[in-house]
């Protein structure tokens, strides 16, 4: 916590998952998803999480327009953690790795 704190950095969680690890289908993923959601909801989605070398992403990508569109038309809008809990991002932007820099 020291660390957090030296860097300005806040540590959250997330408040809804709907299990997308799991092998469900796009339709339980965003059904699942729009159940969970709430005003001040952080929602825990992944592209693709199990222990294959080549996890199956299609699911949540095919869900993810989707969930978007149907939150939008229910009032949510979408927002970075930093807007969420008015906490001043301490990065304006991501530093540039140099160990990925092309040559």
Known sequence: MNVLREDSLVAVTWGDAPGDW???????????????????????LHDGLNLSRHPD?????????TIIHRLREEGYRFVTVSELLRYRPALERWPASKSLAHT
């Open 22 to 44: 799991f092998p469900y289908s796009a339709r339980q993923l965003t059904a699942t998803t729009l159940e969970q959601a709430h005003p001040g909801a952080i929602i825990l």
């Open 57 to 65: 992403r299609s699911a949540m990508v095919e869900a993810l327009p």
